[in-house]
């Protein structure tokens, strides 16, 4: 199956990675579900008018020698919140019900205490501290310098020129622009840099770039304020430890236990969460944080998921994390300090700007975190629940809700063990199928028509944010 998977795709690392599946039955869909919107009326789920992707089957339910019909519609399970302290009961375990308080609409976040028991969050951390954990830390510029959008600050624009001149002919064509962006060790250009290269590319009559014509458009691109959402995007830090855990078959029942609470709760078909990223267990000591963030990504033309790249837009610009939905569980509580936060939440409007007002920055966790309008106190065995986009009206996905952005507050005192769950699915919903489809004929392709299907999972596929 290893084999299968890294055939299928190539490993990418970004602060690490691992891999996932898990075959899991999927959820029976023939219950009505609402649709809400934040901000906006709900809809409900049933017939859309444009056919939706049909998830891949789970493991078993595949017949080996019959094409799948991929045509057959399927919609995204929308929990609604009703109001801000509405408390709904959910089954989650046998002889046991769970209560569900909605904490915000804008982004719609749910709370769950007691989603898993101790002895549960104690085998995950276990098992993250036998794996091993690794840095993920991007850290501030010392009192004085200038952060830039640009990470070397040492290049000329002659020698910028000439590193994405990849066949040395002296001009720019959009094939090498794109050939760099693709590149897996790393791109030293930010994307909103590559794409402001790749628009004056465009717009010039012969489609390539001399020396000249890339001199001003570069200039363009360094310049303050050209970058859209650069904020948010290109300064972000935190300070921690995390590792990945792969919860499909053949790992702990524990961590499949937790997934399958996942499945039960959203009523996601379980092939989106089979093909989703690993558990991400990730260790906050004394002074570790994360500034506030996005889990996913705004959807353009020029980028593509990260999940669904092998089906998706070749010449795309840059590769993004397309995250559907976000569950945290807390694996211990924290004596002080170490809040999940929400700057925005719930505010009647949201302007990135005015995140950042009179030398306040609402972003930065270790200075600004209580004056966030909502913080959440870790408490071993609560789940967090939120959804990072809103609905397109149809069942699917839709923009990003900028409400979600979301941080860590620093840790006072203690040690904060916390683990994080994404479901991806691509705003596209073609793509998603296509992704499903060339999934599972590559597997059968590789199986030899083995009588049991067992689902793949993008796993290597992770893009930390």
């Known amino acids: 199956m290893e084999n299968d998977q890294e055939d299928l795709m190539e490993q990418e690392e970004h602060d690490g ?21 934040n901000g906006a009326s709900s809809a409900s789920v049933g017939k859309s008018e444009t056919p939706l992707p049909h998830p891949t089957p789970a493991a078993g339910d595949l017949p080996l020698h019959v094409e799948e019909d991929y045509t057959q519609s399927f919609s995204l399970p ?27 609409l804008k982004p719609l976040l749910f709370e769950i205490p007691g989603f898993l028991s101790e002895e549960e969050g104690r085998v995950v951390v276990q098992l993250a501290q036998l794996k091993g954990l690794m840095e993920s830390q991007t850290t501030a510029p010392s009192q004085g310098q200038v952060e830039s959008n640009q990470p070397l600050l040492t290049f000329s624009t002659e020698e910028v020129f000439s590193l994405l001149d990849l066949n040395q002919d002296g001009l720019l064509q959009k094939q090498e622009i794109v050939s760099h962006s693709h590149s897996r060790d790393g791109t030293w250009l930010n994307p909103d840099n590559l ?5 004056g590319l465009e717009v010039c009559p012969t489609g390539m770039l001399t020396l000249e014509d890339f001199r001003r458009v570069y200039d363009v691109s360094q310049r303050p304020g050209q970058q859209r959402s650069g904020k948010l ?11 990945w855990l792969y ?9 499949q236990t937790l997934r399958t609470r996942l499945i039960t709760l959203t009523r996601l078909p379980s092939t989106l969460v089979e093909l989703s990223e690993p558990l991400q267990v990730i260790r906050y000591d004394h002074g570790d944080f994360s500034n506030a963030h996005h889990d996913s990504s705004p959807s353009h033309s020029e980028t593509t998921c990260a999940h669904t790249r092998l089906a998706g837009n ?26 999940t936060t929400f700057p925005v939440a719930d505010n009647r409007t949201y302007e990135e700007q005015a ?43 839709g923009e ?57 999972s993008h796993s290597d596929l992770h893009q930390d944010l």
């Open 314 to 339: 070749t010449s795309a610009l840059t590769e993004v994390s397309c995250r559907y939905l976000t569950m945290s569980f807390y694996l211990s509580s924290v004596e002080e300090g170490g809040e």
């Open 233 to 243: 995007r290109s300064q972000f830090k935190q300070r921690n430890k995390h590792t």
């Open 355 to 397: 995140l950042i007002q009179v030398g306040v920055d609402l972003t930065d966790t270790r200075e600004t975190c209580d004056r966030g309008n909502m913080r959440i106190k870790p408490t071993a065995g609560t789940a967090l629940l939120w959804y990072n986009h809103l609905s397109d009206g149809r069942g699917w996905m």
């Open 195 to 199: 794409r402001q290269i790749l628009t």
């Open 78 to 104: 929308r929990i609604e919140g009703i109001r801000v302290g509405h408390v709904q009961q959910v089954s989650l375990v046998p002889d046991r019900t769970h209560e569900m308080r909605t904490i915000s």
């Open 247 to 255: 919860q499909g078959p053949g790992s702990h029942q524990v961590l």
């Open 17 to 37: 990675s691992d891999n996932p599946p898990s075959s899991l039955k999927a959820p029976s869909r023939s219950t009505r579900l609402n649709i809400q919107r």
């Open 400 to 456: 990003l809700d900028e409400y979600s952005l979301h941080g860590d507050c620093p840790v006072r005192r203690g040690v904060k063990w916390m683990a994080n769950s994404w479901v991806n699915v691509d705003p596209d919903h073609q793509q998603q199928a296509r992704y499903q489809r060339l999934v599972a004929q590559k597997h059968r392709a590789k199986s030899g028509m083995e009588e049991h299907y067992q689902p793949l």
